[in-house]
């Protein structure tokens, strides 16, 4: 995708050429060109309910392996699946924007996510599921086909600010997720969760087959091209690679710790039912509020301080996780369990927080770098950082079933030591 106009997307009204009849083609009555607020406000609907796939599972993750048979060692893996599925799919399927007509594409697409959710929900193995949880987060890659198609059809001059309010949606799918999947997987079961999920999403790419306009791209460049300039991009732009490194590392960090609070939740002192669970995950989720206050301050030139305390702000959440949880500096949950769970949720938020401020400058500075590869640079940038998510879920299980929360707790800092001191280097670099 070479600009963020071109890809999924396509003016409804084509001018016919020389050749061709004098009778004129007519706009689709059903794709409006102008992206009005109604429609805004469904292609923000629509990526918030897609992007679920992706971090329900970590809340889910107990009852799953304790369904499925998993050992505690591979429960990490419910939730990894999903988001390496996606980070392929950003990779594999996105790219074929171009080559494809793409309403077709994203409707068929997002009927294949439909149907592994639906696959998942019937699952009686591990290994089944598995792999349909990992296809069906290949599949939800289609988020980042909606996107690119939204900005195109807002006006030149309103284009950054359409693209905010979609992203708005993804964000607000991805903290809703978990409570959302523990209120339902509570009240009717996990196998429910996914198959209203799936039922949702056959939904979405109906009311998308008519609402879409159609593109044909127009390009000559092959399926094998277009992966190659995915490795040109990562090779020659210094930018994307750091951002993308410190957004993977951070969300390595915020997967670790959600992809295991559950267990912890669950046992005493807190004895947390799945209910009590996604209240603490809606509790958690008020750090997203410094998403807008992030993005003014790099738009100010704050962009390297706040940088700066985003990331101190992850080791002061860690730091109030393993008080907590794990008995840090010589606290007991036990004595104290009240205490320990307001601790527990204020380590959430202020983690949240730290990660979401780290994302939101590491987006706008990816967009800084060429607008003419708008569209690829998004898809390695938010690509490569689910790769770090799904590290960290996987860690998270491992550190769980040999350490418990000890174990979380040391994953989580690990990923938080390594993005403050990539945090430090390349401030350096561009001080320098």
């Known amino acids: 995708m070479t600009q963020p106009s071109a890809p999924c997307s396509r003016d409804t009204v084509v001018a016919p050429t020389p050749c061709a009849p004098a009778s004129p083609v007519l706009p689709t009555p059903v794709a409006p060109r102008v992206l009005t607020t109604p429609l805004t406000i469904f292609f923000a609907a629509a990526v918030g309910v897609i992007v679920v796939n992706l971090s329900a599972p970590q809340p889910l993750t107990g009852p799953i392996r304790q369904a499925l048979g998993l050992p ?19 990779l594999l399927l996105v790219p074929l924007c171009d080559l494809l007509e793409n309403r077709r594409l994203i409707v068929r697409t997002l009927t294949c996510c439909a149907a592994f959710l639906a696959m998942a929900a019937l699952a009686q193995s591990g290994g089944v599921f598995l792999t349909c949880v990992l296809l069906a987060g290949a599949t939800s890659s289609v988020i980042q086909m909606l996107v690119p198609m939204a900005a195109s059809m807002a006006p030149e001059s309103h284009r950054g600010r359409a693209v905010g309010n979609v992203m708005s949606g993804l964000m607000l799918g991805i903290l809703l997720s978990r409570p959302l999947a523990s209120l339902i997987a509570g009240t009717v079961g996990w196998r429910a969760f996914y198959g209203l999920e799936a039922l949702a999403d056959a939904l979405l790419a109906t009311v998308l087959f008519f609402r879409l306009p159609d593109h044909t791209p127009q390009t000559g460049a092959r399926y094998p091209d277009l992966l190659r300039s995915l490795w040109t991009l ?7 690679r750091l951002r993308a490194a410190q957004a993977a590392l951070a969300l390595g960090a915020f997967s670790a710790f959600w992809t295991s609070i559950a267990l912890l939740l669950a046992q005493a002192p807190f004895s947390l039912g799945t209910s009590g669970i996604a209240l603490f995950a809606l509790a ?8 807008p206050l992030a993005g003014y301050l790099g738009d100010r030139g704050a962009g390297r301080t706040t940088q700066f305390v ?11 996780l393993g008080v907590a949880g794990a008995g840090w500096a010589g606290f007991s949950a036990g004595t104290h369990p009240a205490l320990a769970l307001g601790l527990l949720v204020a380590g959430a938020a ?24 708008r569209g690829r640079l998004n898809a390695l940038f938010v ?4 790769v770090g998510g799904a590290l960290g879920a996987m860690l998270s299980g491992v550190g769980w079933a040999w350490f418990g929360w000890t174990g979380v707790c040391v994953v ?7 993005l403050f001191v990539l945090g430090c280097l390349g401030r350096a670099t561009r001080g320098h």
Not at 284 to 291: D, L, N
């Open 72 to 90: 505690d060692a591979l429960a990490g893996l419910i939730a990894m699946f999903p988001q390496l599925g996606y980070a392929a799919g950003l």
């Open 350 to 373: 202020t983690l949240d927080a730290g990660v979401i401020a780290d994302q939101t400058l590491g987006r706008r500075a990816i967009n800084l770098i060429n607008p003419a590869a």
């Open 383 to 386: 690509g490569i950082f689910f």
């Open 284 to 291: 958690g989720a008020t750090g997203a509020i410094v998403t």
């Open 234 to 240: 990562i090779r020659t732009e210094p930018v994307l």
């Open 310 to 320: 985003s990331h101190l702000a992850m080791f002061v959440a860690v730091f109030m």
């Open 412 to 418: 989580i800092l690990s990923f938080t030591v390594a």
